[in-house]
DNA sequence: GTCTATAGGCTGATAGAC
DNA sequence: GTCTATCAGCCTATAGAC
């Protein structure tokens, strides 16, 4: 074999990154495993030594995407419910989450698409976007308000993306910005 | 002159609705011209007697499927704020309008193909948003809380739509129709 | 205004050399 | 494992008959 053991891994984690981000910023039916091999350096012939399909590749993105999502919460510095939401907020509702979709989160770019693709792919996706929910629910001490935050965020970035006016996104975000942090506060005055 | 008077005008009304049913069930970039005009029950090269080019269709698909919502609205029968915003919940927020995306709003199924398509389509995006959002301003009497409801609606139909379970898709979409009529409510009685 | 036919390019996917 | 070469099929768009 004339390459290193471990090899193909690191080629498959490195094509799930590069993918990842030319298929959040450009779309999934727009874009053609020429441009996605491109992206990574290889040629298209290379992606099937990968991914059985194109389809696969979309498997293997809502896994990985959805992954690094919860990796890049576990990131969080702060240890107290309102603090590490508060991070999370501005973190996501953010000029340059808007902006780069490229560098964001795959929930806003993708789901659409998602939403039209195979069961197992449907199925994946709600396998890995639950345990995101589970995550913020523990944060947020409710279940149906981790859906609700979910919603406006992903909701917050796709219809902010679609405007033109830089103005007009900034508002759109921190106008939804500004009520998640206040239904926090007012929770958090009931339970006191 | 074979064809009367009016033809093509009704011709045209007639390929935006057939084509904006396709566009938001199948997305923009998954579908072709073909697919467009079989839909219509006409054949591709008529296509380009209505529309410059295919991305001139989605500039009239966002006026006409954004101006319709706004139709849809004035057809709420109730006069007080809010029995026509629950009226307005409740038909958004509903397993129906999760599963039938073709009869429903553009934004959850477009938004995302809208953000990557030319300058001068999210400039008609901006325009006619802005109008939707200006009637729910009057609504709501409040133009931060119009965006807060816009993107909570829009996000939860997208996320509801990628999910496989119909007991999630309803976990979803009941949430954010609880939480939307509650920060109403409570935003009432803050005015009071 | 709509049709068929067609152009040229890009698509997803496969076969075989290295 | 990656490459080049290749396939059939679909894409957007145009030309010309009716």
């Given at each position: 074999m004339r390459y290193s053991p471990g090899y193909k891994e690191k080629k498959y984690a490195e094509l799930l990154k590069t993918s990842g981000r030319v298929l959040k910023k450009n779309g999934f039916a727009a874009t053609g495993v020429d441009a996605l091999m491109h992206a990574a350096g290889m040629t298209s012939g290379a992606f099937y030594s990968h991914f059985a399909s194109k389809s696969d590749l979309l498997l293997s993105i809502v896994t990985s995407e959805l992954t690094n999502s919860q990796n890049l919460?576990?990131?969080?510095p702060y240890d107290s419910a309102e603090e590490w939401i508060d991070f999370e907020l501005d973190r996501y509702l953010?000029?340059?989450?808007?902006?780069?979709?490229?560098?964001?989160?795959?929930?806003?770019?993708?789901?659409?698409?998602?939403a039209r693709a195979d069961l197992s792919i449907r199925e994946r996706y709600e396998q890995e976007l639950s345990k995101g929910h589970s995550i913020l629910t523990q944060?947020?001490?409710?279940?149906?308000?981790?859906w609700v935050f979910i919603c406006q965020l992903a909701g917050s970035i796709l219809i902010a993306r679609a405007l033109h006016d830089e103005n007009l996104q900034r508002s759109v975000i921190n106008a939804s910005k500004f009520f998640l942090k206040n239904a926090l506060a007012s929770k958090r005055g009931m339970a006191s």
């Open positions: 919460w576990a990131s969080n953010s000029l340059q989450h808007v902006q780069h979709p490229e560098d964001g989160c795959m929930l806003p770019a993708l789901s659409a698409e998602v944060r947020l001490g409710d279940e149906h308000l981790a």
